[in-house]
């Protein structure tokens, strides 16, 4: 089942993730980095990686806590809502696979008031 999160339009608030794969954590100790592919609902895309920034952070290595904090106030668009999305984990700068297993997550934007 995907995971789902709400969010308020133009937020900048970190999120919080969890990178599973069947149901158990992901060891993030000897990776390289992480990415993060998002796609909204008006089929923009959406691309950012731990390599460059501070964008995609790791939080908690041996449970797979990853925080995405947004750059700016213009990402997170209520009309554009769902973002949906997946993980790319390298475990080499050119070897990667995906999470969630086969899934997205989702993030739903109310507008803001």
């Not at 990853?66 to 973002?83: E, L």
Request: aromatic share 12%; proline share 3%; with cysteine.
């Amino acid at each position: 089942m995907s995971e789902s999160i709400e969010i308020r339009e133009h937020s900048t608030a970190d999120i919080d993730f969890q990178l599973l794969s069947g149901g158990d954590a992901i060891d993030l100790t000897n990776i390289d980095h992480i990415e993060m592919e998002m796609r909204d609902a008006r089929r923009g895309v959406y691309s950012y990686t731990s390599a460059s920034g501070a964008t995609l952070t790791i939080t908690g290595i041996t449970t797979g806590n990853v925080r995405f904090t947004p750059a700016n106030n213009s990402i997170f668009i209520a009309s554009k809502s769902p973002y949906r999305g997946y993980w790319r984990v390298y475990t080499t700068s050119e070897k990667s696979f995906t999470c969630p297993d086969d899934d997205e997550f989702i993030i739903f934007v109310r507008e803001e008031f």
